[in-house]
């Protein structure tokens, strides 16, 4: 089955510039020699709900990894207008939240408070400052009452909030998501929606639930194989069943 | 992304690679043994026990210069024996002071410096040696034949089993950490020395609850396919004539250099 | 290769025949004990417990925070496995531990494996529990927090200190090189070991004290730990200045380890001046050099333990 790079329909998207982030032909091989992605382009602007869909092995999560310079690939990419390299990589970090898969990964002080708080502190903002912020980013994910609790004995779903929390204390400007929804019951899969519904934040999501993509994202994007192979109105490609079949995806009930 | 990072094994087909694991952690160790009873400066048995080096290399089929190649990373730390060319004994060859003492470079001391390095480097390539031919579980086999104790070969063989599994979970930790590492204009960035030790004293105590908690359910697994306390192997290492052989072959070539060292 | 640069890992070569069959010996008699020990407390659940924890030390020794300059701290856990496992359990899993780091990744000798198990595995939990033992049965958390940071800081210091002496005994490093050398460095590589060894403990209380209190039954009735603890540190504190006050003695003692090893025929001679540059030339001064400097330290981690307690209030 052939991989086209190019959209496969002319769907009217606005004008995107990429003043949060622009890629453009971004290149990455494994150390081990895995081509993983092939030239990656893509423009997202403030404002936007983004999901990156597509199936496993097709550069989804590689490609997250070079939004906080954590893997460093060929071609251009920018963030907020910064070039991301070496030495911006603080304020990188500071633009771009990464939330990985597993929050085990993630929370790794005692507290709730400690784990949220250590983006501020690492800022080296001042104390009253870090604990707005703490409180700020707790409301968000709708979790204040948590702060004095050990994150060891929480359940996933409100360790997977508290882990969007760990980021948004430091007031990014992009919020990347990986598969925010795997391993969530029914009820806590609706609350992690009600929540990504409310962020007034730029996002970038991968994940495997259509059903979540169909409610929350208006711009879907398809990568398959280390290449972007759609990017439009979400509306439009989850009733392209050809489209979706074509990249290992089946449309939402 | 990296499942046998671990993994230092290379398989091939060859005689050494058949061989009974016992004759090869009995040779590498008796190699071993055999460069720390040579004399300094017996370089005709250093040249002689490299020489059997190569040989192994070549017998194994991974190419004459396998070990040498991965003998490097480990050479600096044996570089930390350089103090040795102060050695007291021994003509001094040139003298100097330096932190508030009086050292002087003496002959006997570059002539132990020197033979430092060489055992210690013959040493290290032989250990690379058997852990390419030999499969790790092997190794085990082959010590709890030579009279280790079951219970230590048994921790090994499980902290083999999850050694990739944990050091990916620290990996992963520390690539959070990193992704939460950011700085802003106008603030000094990464917090105090005494904090950031404290985070990673967190994290190891994240770890240790996790882990333990893991051995819980890895034991309630073996409890589940009958473990009683007891862990049953079978032992499918047998002598064969023609590991007695080699060994034999292995044991003269080391008393030949043995015997070249101490000769004088 | 070298996954923690806390490297007392010693490789081949460097220790002579004497010394390292010397320490296989004390470590094979301590492992042997250490698994009837083990036997007895922990039953059947020693194996899988034991295994993984040992795969937890090598992963933490991967834990790493930023010093200055590119440089970076890192975490041995002897002190800490003692603590939370019970002394002979610490000793099998460390020995787990630095005998696959030698087997395969090099990372120290297999002839020397015998010392280095001993000096970062044996050395450490004796005196890491040791002096946690003191005060283990306090109420006073900031105390037991203080202590276990000593013995942290005590082990490392200590198994570098016997880490030069065998080195110094071998023939391979001067006394006056070798031994101020060790001390300096690990005197503050310690001092992240004892912080780390802390927070680590503090988290594990605060989220699983039972796992601490479950080991408790190990350590019932070895108060002898805490005598063994306390005198091993106070002899290693003490050694060096007496080495240099009789030397003669243990220049005997260095000829003969080398004299049976190398057949060399002149001794190994210790210059008769080992001092501190800083405080002068008497064995006093060194003395009393490290009672100053263990002071500073308990006073220190004493206001740390403080501090980390009175978070929780």
Known sequence: MPIEHQPLHDYALPHCEGDILQARDLRFSYPDGHLALKGVSINVCAGDKVALVGPNGAGKSTFMLHLNGILTGQGELKIAGMPVSEKNLPQIRAAVGLVFQNPDDQLFSPTVFEDVAFGPLHMGLPEAEVRSRVEEALQAVDMAAFTERLSHHLSVGEKKRIAIATVLSMRPQLLVLDEPSAGLDPRARRTLINLLRRLPITMLVSTHDLAMVAELFPRTVIMDDGQIVADSLTSEILTDTRLLEAHGLERPV | ?264 | MHFSPISMHIPDGLLNLLVSLLFWALTAAAVAVAISKTNRSLGERQIPLMGVMAAFIFAAQMLNFPVAGGTSGHFLGGALAAIVLGPWAAMLVMTAVIGVQALLFQDGGLLVMGANIFNMGILTAIIGFGVYRVVSASANRGLRLAAAAIGAWLATVGAALLTALQLWLSGTSPFQLVVPAMLSVHVLIGLGEAVITVAALAFIERTRPDLLNAEKSAQQGSLAWAWAGGLLSLALVLFSPLASSSPDGLERVAENFNFLSRGLSSPYKILPDYTLPVLGETPLSTILAGAIGVIIVFALMLLIGRSLSMKDK
Do not use: C
């Open chain 2, 1 to 264: 992304m990296h499942a046998d990072a671990f993994d230092r094994y290379h398989p091939a087909e060859s005689p050494v690679h058949h061989l009974d694991p016992r004759v090869k952690v009995v040779t590498v160790v008796l190699f071993i043994l055999g460069n720390a009873l040579l004399p300094d400066a017996s370089w005709l048995a250093f040249g002689l026990a490299w020489l059997l080096l190569l040989a192994a290399n070549d017998q194994s089929r991974l190419g004459l210069w396998f070990t040498w190649r991965r003998s490097f990373l480990a050479l600096p730390f044996a570089l930390t024996a350089v103090s040795a060319i102060f050695l007291p004994a021994g003509q001094p060859v040139f003298s100097f002071s330096a932190l508030g003492l009086q050292l002087s470079v003496t002959d006997l001391g570059l002539l132990r410096f020197f033979s430092i390095v060489l055992r210690s480097w013959l040493s290290v390539q032989m250990a690379v040696l058997l852990v390419a031919v030999t499969p790790f579980p092997d190794i085990l086999h082959a010590l709890e034949h030579l009279r280790v104790p079951r219970l230590l070969t048994t921790i090994i063989a499980f902290l083999y089993r999850y050694l990739f599994v944990l050091t990916d979970e620290v990996f992963r930790l520390l690539r959070a950490r990193e992704a939460r590492s950011a700085g802003t204009q106008g603030h000094k960035s990464g917090g105090t020395l005494l904090w950031r030790a404290q985070v990673a004293g967190n994290m190891a105590g994240q770890m240790f609850v996790r882990s333990y908690e893991r051995s819980d359910r890895i034991y309630n697994a073996m409890v589940a396919r009958g473990y009683a306390g007891q862990m049953r192997t079978l032992h499918p290492h047998k002598m064969r004539v023609s590991d007695w052989r080699w060994q034999t072959l292995v044991l003269a070539a080391l008393l030949l250099i043995q015997i070249t060292g101490w000769i004088r």
